[in-house]
């Protein structure tokens, strides 16, 4: 017997027999092992209409108006705030600083400007939150020079432009303010009426949270009231208030200090200044609304009177 041969051969059925056992069958691995993970498919666009598919997936369709009521006119998070800049001529850093969306992509080119006396939006809807802003020029000549408006806008909770006029002065102008207000004597042949003007204002401001700075001073010369407890002033916020060592904050000094924008670099823009003042509500919204319940709980909603028959009515037998 050849022993060397014999050694030889054991090893190698030593070796098969390790292999073996070191490789389970391959029916058990397939079914012990998990499955590997394929790609999701593609998922195909919605159509529309007849079975055309949709080639504007950023551009969702508008809420209703009891939605855009309901939610404030709040549109939800993620593409739609990329699209916001660029759609609605919000400030690009002022969207990243309300929103919280310090990573996000926005478009790198500048927002459209804002279309002057374009008057009442036919596509926007408007939610619960609207910003006013007015432009105004000066009446009565240097000893008695009083204000009046000349220019109104109004924005949505996203800055969305809503309204914006010029106004025909209902006095004789003695100073237009241009290198401040904007408004010159050749915006007068297509401003609209005081008359026309502010009944488009009381329709948009009824049962609405209006947002602005300097609020009092804008409705004065809009010879409007609105409710106190609908009001958010971002002059009169007291963190904003803080930041002036309790002065009255101007608004280019909110933008620059809690924005980082740089606005009223030259003649003042009503639609711009109505933006700012919205994107410091969106960034403060919940200290604001913290705030107000606060300075309000002292002050509780009357009650509804129940009705009751008139007086000295007798029911009949």
Known sequence: MDLNNLSSNWKKLQQEQMDTRSKPDSRKRAADSPPAIQPEPAKRPKTQGRGKASTKPSQARRPTQAAAARDGGQKTAGASV???AQDHAIPRAGLTVAYGRAGATLPADPP????????LSSTVVVGKYVALDCEMVGVGGPVNERSIVARVSVVDFHGEQVYDSFVRPTEHV?????WISGVSASHMPTARDFAVVQRDIIDLLQGRILVGHDLQQDLDVLHLTHPRRDIRDTQRHPPFRALAGGNTPGLKKLAHQILGLEIQKGPHSSVEDAR??????????????AAHAKAWAKHPLPAKKKK???KGSRKSK
Do not use: H, I, Q
């Open 276 to 289: 700012t003042c919205m994107a410091l509500y969106r960034l403060a919204k919940d200290a604001f609304e």
């Open 112 to 119: 459209p400007a804002a279309v002057p006396n374009a008057g």
């Open 174 to 178: 003695t100073d237009w303010r241009t």
């Open 308 to 310: 009751t028959g008139k």
């Open 82 to 84: 990329a699209s916001l």
